[in-house]
């Protein structure tokens, strides 16, 4: 919203020296966010009235004209021109070499220059309204006319700025900072604000009377939603264009004037933050209904749009049809035009969630819906007829108040505070004097008074619809008036009872800093909605998932039941760029059953489940060392992060999983995930063609952290130990798993590990063949073992492996 | 004889000095102290000196012995302090083998940095789930029923609709439903953070996303006066900039404080004065805060006249953006690796 700084001079006188950058920092901090101070006159350097003197043709060009000018002081100047309109004894706006204008209205500001055209030295250019931000004040007839300024009284040479009284600072103010703040609307509400922050006093706005007159014809009906309406009929109306003191007021404040009737209209919501409609009384038969509109009943708005409605919206009809979309809009047949004469000024009062339907409905944005939806108090109409009659009056001598009506069908409840003053103290940390609170809250509208201990509060009606319904609310009012600023920050005071601990939290961490730090791994944040394609190559089963009712794309319509497809989209992705990366995802999963809630019987809520996958990717060659180092990322996980240990075993084999290459992956014996190599058919449905991915994803709810570090000190071997390693030749079928429960079968007292090395297939190696090297840790805590002694062991070995598996010690 | 012990002392003294190698130096050793070296000689030789020379002799050339013993260990390490197991065009200006460099998501190294400022002034974190009812996304928290929140538009919610004939469910669009649950479940006085992220349905570009992550934090208590609240906000930012950071607070309106306030912090880029980042105020916008609105504490089932408290809301995307000068807040979602091994 734009406020006009001369606009507020109307109703707060302010200290001379006021300065704007303060005013602007003040409102800031206390009120509502100023964004930017403009200065208008700052668009007017060097731009100044000239009377054309003498008219006569360019020699070189038909459409050119060379002005004798005055610009001020004796000498006349040359100047060429392209209007329409020049004519010798016209006012004129002259830009002077080193004004910035607007080449015809368009593109950036040019810095007008001493240059010849065609021929002819121009003294600067004599402007069109458009090429100095005027147009709306000054609206061409024609094209290719120029601003005559004769019915002015201004003297060649001065600034146009100062001549036409443009001298204004227009504060530019954040809209959303002024949702609540239905008061601040209109300029006497920023007023007043002012006058509160400095101490300066309001002038009051004339108290309205009712005139005695013939009753207008208003038949209420929906006397919920319009909580007040006043209709006025007035006669003695001449279409004119209003006076230039008014035009400049609504323009400063963003408004495009338009006629006097609109004008008064718009000034005063601006004023007063009142929307006022008028319409042309003569086309309207009958009494003014206000009712809800029926279903698919057309209406056609003054701004040419042609809307269907329904039963929710609001109408205000006669008994021809409809006058307007109450509250944002007029019908196009009522509007005023230039044969009107007599206006019917409507000053009505909506409910707001009404008028935020409607206008979400149609998508509609009005001036006047977007202080409606706020909730106005409808005391404030009043305000508004008393400034609507005065100016009015003003403007039309003629004019004379025929028909009059003031259904006020709601009033809204007086809103009292009552508030210890003990609690505000302990809240803002500080003792405030009465005197003080009082004089704020008064300039503020509220009503003061203090008995021992407490403060009873009487809260204006204009802020009572807004944002004050509270003690908090006058806290706040008290707190803001004295400055956030002022306030010496308190220490944060502190008890405690014990130690933060929470090992599920930190489990969670844990896996992710081991991931990435530990691991290599990449952590992605992909949304909670599915890609349809990845879900469908992976064949998760969508009856499994809850579904979004406005999806953000028509193949986002699902929320994820893993977090597998959107990864495989990731690696997707950044095949693009890479070839060998790993990845995971810590977040959410959601399924469409077992709803219920652990907070409140009235709600139930879907299984959601906190998950954790990786994707490990890399070219096909590499797939048996691409298995191990993902399965390795497992198996050492549980120490990294203290919790149980994780095992492996074929039980269920997950739909998008290679039909060999996949384990389900336990803890205890309870099932925490899956770990598999990406089935050919899925990787290709997801395109990736060319790489292999490992994935994994586990449950993390499932997972147990343990309360603390488990492991235990073992003595040191007082004898040697010694590494030896065997390599032994088995059937293609035997696993190593087969091999280690043989180990561990052997149970000699001096083998104290047995591990896998290395796997071997191809040359050298039979068919239907591989060599397995298995390395033994043997030793004694007696005495150092003889070579003998460790030969005996590693045959025992070797004799288990041959009889229970085959084995062949490899030559 | 005394004369020959000078001349080996000064022969050794020269021939070990210029020693390069350990063998020349054994090689001497062997010269001078072996079986049959020099001093060896001199040794054997005295019992057929006169009797009374033998002593000092004796002396002397153990004392001979001694020196150039001396002298071959201080010139071997010498030797040794200028060896290198190494040729000498050896390239040092090769690159490292670096460890695996896995990183964590930026917000999430933002979000961990916060959780430890704030364990260390005794915050638990708490987490909610992503789907929520409309019971603790609105009613709890007096959204009238037409409040435009509730709308498609803004708020992503899920079919089935009506689950089990109770209430709506929703991808929550805020996280104060969240505190709530956590008060309904914990004895106060409370001191928590739950940090999550929420979704709008909302069209996206560089500076709005449908999803992004928010850090709230809240301490309610039977008094807390809204000013201190400046010095929790002063020790998160400066711990998270590394640096003394000013903060300010004025008046701003936020559904779930009551009063509210817009803080703001003073811009790092100008030093607060003024330039493009911060649109020349030299201040930058960086969380709402405030009192906990008593619905609020209503909702979490205490007394607002007994506990008031106070409530922060970090843009997790925004405060990472401005750390790192990232300008478009759809990377985040973007899985890019391009983009995230940059903060390896």
Known sequence: ?811 | MKNRLNIIFNDGKEKIGKAKTIDELQNLKAHFLGKHGAITDILKSIPLLEVSERAEIGRLCNKLKKSISDMIESQKEKIYLKESAIPENFDFTVPGILPPSGALHPITQMCYDLNDIFRSMGFEIFEESDITSELYAFDNLNFPPNHPARESMDTYWLEPRDASGHSKLCLRPHLTGASVRYMQTHEPPYRFVYPGRVYRNESTDARHERAFFQYEALIVDSSFAFSSGKILIKSILSKVFGRDVSVRMRTGFFPFVEPGFEIDMNCLVCGGKGCSVCKHVGWIEIMPGGTPHPNVLRAARLDPDKFTGFYVNIGLDRLVMMRYGVDDVRLFHSADLRFLKQFS
């Open chain 1, 1 to 811: 919203m734009k406020i006009s700084l001369n606009w507020i001079k109307d109703y707060v006188e302010l200290p001379k020296n006021m300065d704007m950058t303060k005013l602007a920092y003040d409102l800031t901090m206390s009120t509502v966010e100023v964004e930017n101070v403009k200065y208008l006159s700052e668009n007017f350097e060097n731009i100044v009235v000239g009377i054309i003197k003498e008219v006569y043709p360019h020699p070189n060009a038909d459409k050119l004209r060379i002005c004798k000018t005055c610009i001020g002081g004796n000498e006349l100047y040359e100047i060429v021109c392209g209007g329409t309109n020049l004519k010798p004894e016209m006012k004129v706006i002259v830009a002077r070499p080193g004004a910035r204008v607007r080449w015809h209205g368009e593109g950036d500001l040019v810095e007008i220059k001493k240059i010849k055209l065609r021929g002819v030295e121009s003294y600067g250019m004599i402007c069109a309204a458009c090429e100095v931000g005027l147009a709306d004040l000054f609206p061409p007839s024609s094209e290719g006319e120029i601003v005559d300024l004769s019915d002015f009284d201004v003297s060649a040479g001065s600034n146009v700025a100062e001549a036409l009284d443009l001298n204004d600072v227009v504060l530019e103010i954040d809209n959303k900072s002024l949702t609540n703040r239905p008061d601040l609307w209109g300029h006497y509400g920023i007023a007043r604000e002012i006058a509160a922050l400095y101490d300066l006093k309001l002038k009051n706005i004339a108290p309205f009377s009712a005139p005695k007159v013939k009753i207008l014809d208003v038949n209420l009906i929906e006397n919920k939603r319009c909580r007040r309406y006043v209709g006025a009929k007035l006669s003695g109306i001449n279409m004119k264009s209003s006076p230039f003191e008014i035009k400049k007021r609504i323009w400063s404040a963003g408004l495009k004037p338009t006629n006097a009737v609109i004008d008064i209209t718009n000034y005063v919501m601006l004023a007063v933050g009142q929307p006022v409609y008028a319409f042309d009384a003569d086309k309207v038969n009958g009494a003014i209904i206000i009712r809800c509109a029926k279903d698919s009943e057309k209406i056609k708005l003054s701004d040419g749009k042609q809307l269907s409605l329904s039963s929710s919206d609001l109408v205000t009809c006669d008994n021809d049809g409809l006058i307007s979309l109450a509250g944002i809009l007029g019908e196009e047949k009522y509007s005023i035009d230039s044969e009107t004469s007599n206006v019917i000024l409507e000053i009505a009062n909506y409910e707001p969630s009404g008028i935020r339907h409607t206008e979400m409905r149609h998508e509609l944005r009005t001036e006047s819906a977007a202080r409606f939806e706020k909730g106005l108090d409808p005391q404030r109409c009043d305000m508004a007829i008393s400034l609507l009659f005065q100016i009015f009056g003003t403007i039309f001598e003629n004019m004379s108040i025929v028909e009059y009506s003031d259904i006020y069908a709601v009033h809204l409840p007086k809103k009292e505070i009552d508030i210890s003053l003990a609690w505000l103290e302990s809240c803002i940390g500080k003792h405030i004097e009465n005197d003080y609170i009082t004089r704020k809250l008064e300039k503020l509208g509220f009503k003061v008074e203090f008995n021992s201990d407490n403060m009873h509060v009487l809260v204006p009606s204009w802020r009572a619809t807004g944002d004050i319904s509270l003690k908090n609310d006058i806290m706040e009012e008290v707190a803001r008036m004295y400055g956030f600023e002022n306030f010496e920050p308190l220490p944060i005071k502190t008890s405690f009872n014990s130690a933060i601990n929470q090992p599920k939290v930190d489990l969670d961490r844990k896996i992710r800093e081991y991931l990435a730090f530990r691991c290599g791994m990449n952590e992605i944040f992909t949304y909670p909605w599915v890609n349809s394609k990845y879900n469908d190559a992976l064949c998760f089963d969508t009856r499994d998932m809850l579904s979004i009712i406005s999806p953000p794309s028509a193949d986002e319509c699902y929320v994820r039941s893993s977090l597998l497809p959107n990864l495989c989209k990731a690696v997707s992705e950044n095949l693009r760029n890479f070839s060998e990366f790993s990845i995971f995802e810590s977040a959410q999963v959601f399924f469409n059953r077992n709803f219920e809630s652990a907070y409140d019987s009235r709600e139930v809520l879907p299984m959601q489940r906190k998950s954790i996958a990786g994707a490990c990717v890399s070219e096909p060659k590499n797939l048996f060392n691409l298995f191990r180092k993902t399965k390795g990322i497992l198996e050492a996980m549980p120490k990294y992060v203290h919790m149980e240990p994780l095992t492996f075993k074929k039980v269920n084999k997950p739909n998008w999983a290679d039909s060999v290459v996949w384990l389900n992956v336990f803890q205890g014996k309870e099932t925490v995930g899956n770990f598999a190599l990406l089935s050919r058919k899925s990787a290709l449905a997801c395109g990736i063609k060319k790489s292999i991915v490992m994935l994994f994803e586990l449950d993390i709810d499932l997972l147990k952290p343990y309360t603390s570090r488990t492991n235990e000190f073992k003595h040191l071997a007082d004898y040697p130990m010694v590494d030896y390693d065997l390599s032994l030749l088995f059937d293609l079928s035997v696993k190593w798993e087969d091999i280690l429960d043989t180990l561990n079968q052997v149970n000699n007292q001096l083998i104290h590990k047995m591990s896998f090395v290395d796997e071997y297939t191809g040359e050298q190696i039979a068919e239907h063949k591989k060599s397995v090297t298995i390395r033994l840790l043997i030793g004694s805590f007696e005495k150092t073992l003889t070579s003998q002694e460790i030969k005996n062991c590693v045959d025992v070995v070797i004799d288990k492996l041959k009889i229970s598996l085959g084995g062949e010690l490899r030559d």
